[in-house]
C-alpha cells in the first residue's frame, strides 16, 4: 500500500483534497482530528498537557481551553515545542494504529498531516 501524506499550510485546500480522495473510496485520516482526540477530556494527553501547562488550560467542563493554551504557544517557541512533543508521538501512533486497519490490497492511503514537515 503506498502510503501518502498531504501536507501544506492553512487554506491550502488540504481538507478540500482529503474530502475528494474520501469520496473516490481512498482511505483518509485527518491529524488534525487525531491531535483533538489525543488531547480529549479525561487522556493522558491533556493530563500531560495540564502538568506542564497548568490548571489555566481547563475549561471548567474539564475539556482543554484551546485559546489559554494558543496564548501561551503561540508566544514562545519554547512552549510550542513543549507542546508538540506532548501531542505529535500521539498523533503519529495513531495514524500508524488506523494504517493498521486499510484492508491489505487497497493501493493507497491517506493522511492529511499540516504539521509534517
Same mark, same amino acid.
Do not use: N
Given at each position: 500500500?503506498?502510503?501518502? /501524506?498531504?501536507?501544506?499550510?492553512?487554506?491550502t485546500g488540504? &481538507?478540500?483534497?482529503? /474530502?475528494?480522495?474520501? +469520496?473516490?473510496?481512498? *482511505?483518509?485520516?485527518?491529524?488534525?482530528?487525531?491531535?483533538?482526540?489525543?488531547?480529549?477530556?479525561? &487522556? *493522558?494527553?491533556?493530563? +500531560?498537557?495540564?502538568?506542564?501547562?497548568?490548571?489555566?488550560?481547563?475549561?471548567?467542563?474539564?475539556?482543554?481551553?484551546?485559546? /489559554?493554551?494558543?496564548?501561551?504557544?503561540?508566544?514562545?517557541?519554547?512552549?510550542?515545542?513543549?507542546? +508538540?512533543?506532548?501531542?505529535? *508521538? +500521539?498523533?503519529?501512533?495513531r495514524i500508524?494504529?488506523?494504517? /493498521?486497519?486499510?484492508?491489505?490490497?487497497?493501493p493507497v492511503?491517506?493522511?492529511?498531516?499540516?504539521?509534517?514537515?
Amino acid at each position: 500500500m503506498l502510503r501518502v /501524506a498531504l501536507t501544506g499550510g492553512i487554506g491550502t485546500g488540504k &481538507s478540500y483534497c482529503l /474530502a475528494r480522495f474520501a +469520496e473516490l473510496g481512498v *482511505p483518509v485520516v485527518d491529524a488534525d482530528l487525531l491531535a483533538r482526540e489525543a488531547v480529549a477530556a479525561g &487522556s *493522558p494527553g491533556l493530563a +500531560e498537557v495540564v502538568a506542564r501547562f497548568g490548571p489555566d488550560m481547563l475549561l471548567p467542563d474539564g475539556t482543554l481551553d484551546r485559546q /489559554a493554551l494558543g496564548r501561551v504557544v503561540f508566544a514562545d517557541a519554547g512552549a510550542r515545542a513543549q507542546l +508538540e512533543a506532548i501531542i505529535h *508521538p +500521539e498523533v503519529y501512533r495513531r495514524i500508524r494504529v488506523w494504517a /493498521a486497519t486499510v484492508p491489505p490490497g487497497t493501493p493507497v492511503a491517506m493522511a492529511d498531516v499540516p504539521l509534517l514537515f
